[in-house]
């Protein structure tokens, strides 16, 4: 089995991101990361994509707020980010408390500054297969992973486990925009193992800890783990059993190491592109 690194990808798009950069005249893009709260996974994921920014040359602010901010002020603050003209984009980390409406934040943000495609404006360009809005990051990266390493979608059942609005939805859209026929399962699909053997390519964004073995993989399929699980022994894992479908899959991404390193990659190639609208 073929073992897709997501550096190997993540390089492929550094490569991309100078050459937009080159055309961008001297301007650094800025990027916003907003917090609210101290959840380790957050302050992990801040830590990792502030350290992919400045190997990537660009620049980055992390507004941390306390997890009792009200939402009023929350909400305020967010358009002062919004409306500052030093920043190209923004990344909110979720979930957000639950005093904070989703909603509210997914309005509030500028389209054009929605790095992680949350907003109603680049939601419905997603569903519509318009090009000129941000998809989500991770969704986005399953689709790098695939091109960046000539893995052909065209034609291809490609079968995807979650139907979440970060990973799931939009990347089925992202999917057949690339001519592929896409099923989308979730809890209540009936004989998982068969729907997910029938993949070409077979993407578990499921969040449950190594829950894909070989039994769902069909022979010399492709399988993107999108899930970040911790197993019982306290281990960072994917939802998929990477040892168990050794001999089954052609090739997979391993977890860590895969996707996650991918889709702070494609964060800082959506920066660079709205800088470039914006500017
Ligand atoms: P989520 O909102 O919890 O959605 C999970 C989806 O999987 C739901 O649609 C759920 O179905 C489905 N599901 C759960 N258990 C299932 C099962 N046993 N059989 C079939 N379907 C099942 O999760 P998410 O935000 O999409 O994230 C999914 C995973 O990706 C998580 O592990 C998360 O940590 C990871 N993730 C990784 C990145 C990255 O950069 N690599 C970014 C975001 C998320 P229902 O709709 O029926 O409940």
Known sequence: MIVLKGAEVSAK???????????????IPKLAIVRVGEN????????????????FGLRVQCYGFPADIEEETFLRELKSINEDGDIDGILVLRPLPSHISSKAVEEE???GKDLDGISPVNIAKVFSG????????????????????????????VVIVGRSMVVGKP?????????????????????????????????AAAGRAKMINHEYVGEKAVVIDVGINVDDRGKLCGDVDFEDIQDKAAMATPVPGGVGTVTTAVLAK??????????
């Open 13 to 27: 798009i550094r490569e991309d991101v100078q050459k937009m950069l080159g055309e961008l005249g001297g301007i």
């Open 40 to 55: 380790p996974d957050d302050l992990s994921y801040e830590r990792g994509a502030v350290k992919k920014m400045e190997n």
């Open 109 to 111: 943000i500028h389209p």
């Open 130 to 157: 318009d090009e000129t809005g941000f998809a989500p990051c991770t969704a986005e990266a399953v689709v790098e992973v695939l091109k960046q390493n000539q893995i052909s979608i065209t034609g291809k059942r």
């Open 171 to 203: 990347l089925s859209m992202l999917m057949l925009k690339e001519n592929a026929t896409v099923t989308i399962c979730h809890t209540r699909t009936q004989d998982l193992f068969r729907t997910c053997k029938g993949g070409e390519i077979l993407v």
């Open 270 to 279: 959506h920066l660079v592109r709205a800088a470039g609208m914006r500017r």
